[in-house]
């Protein structure tokens, strides 16, 4: 491992739980600023396929982005502004980069990203799991609240396990120590657990503006940065 390299590892591994306390307490926009800031700063962020979520000071601040794991040059005239998407505290904007890496272009912290952009994710999981309490303590049925039903509980108690065991998988692990697969999965994870939520938010969950847009811009994410998980068992 390079000086480098160190360097980046040390810093990841110092932020994980603030990234996750960030997306839980003020969503999504401060939690990819400080996760861009760990991993690589100055630096766009960008997926296999050239594509970046990010905030918009983000995509705004960069001249270099990443082109197939490696860091180039930002030009204007290979690079396409896709959408704007409005959320909680400010908003992110998607972009395709159509750069192309030079075979000695320095490496991008594409593990150190994929795996801090997974604790951010467990955190707007969380952030999802308090709107759900909040909501479900608040509707009534049958003289209680939709919260005290037993099947409710149930189901938040199975998403309270998928968090554990997230959390388990993730805890104490540099970037590289978890394979490619291993992270995709515990993505999916995230995404299942957040579905599970939606279930229980009943139709305000597929509200453009309502507590729903978590979990669809914490999927995109992780449609961007890392795309579908294999099957277990396969290669």
Request: charged content about 20%; some cysteine.
């Amino acid at each position: 491992m390079t000086s480098r390299e160190a360097a980046v590892v040390e810093a990841v591994t110092d932020t994980w739980a603030r990234l996750r306390g960030t997306a839980r307490g003020a969503g999504v926009v401060p939690a990819l600023t400080e996760l861009r800031a760990a991993v690589c700063a100055g630096a766009l962020p960008c997926g296999p396929g050239g594509h970046a979520l990010v905030p918009t000071a983000v995509a705004d601040g960069c001249d270099v982005a990443w082109a197939n794991g490696r860091v180039v040059p930002r030009a204007a005239d290979r690079e396409d502004v896709l959408t704007e998407i409005t959320v909680s505290g400010g908003a992110l904007v998607a972009l395709r980069n159509r750069g192309e890496a030079l075979p000695d272009a320095p490496e991008a912290p594409v593990r150190a990203w994929t795996l801090g952009l997974a604790w951010v994710r467990l955190g707007l999981s969380d952030r999802l799991m308090d709107a759900c309490m909040v909501y479900l303590g608040g509707r009534t049925v049958g003289g209680g609240t939709l919260l005290n039903q037993q099947m409710v509980k149930g189901a938040l108690a199975e998403v309270a396990i998928e968090h554990l065991e997230i959390e388990t998988m993730l805890g104490g692990a540099a970037p590289g120590d978890l394979d490619d697969a291993a992270v995709a999965h515990l993505h999916a994870q995230i995404t299942r657990a957040d579905q599970m939520l939606l279930r229980l938010l009943g139709a305000s969950g597929f509200l453009a503006d309502g507590p729903g847009q978590i979990a669809r811009v914490s999927e995109l994410l992780a449609d961007v940065y890392v795309g579908h998980a294999p099957e277990r068992g396969s290669r």
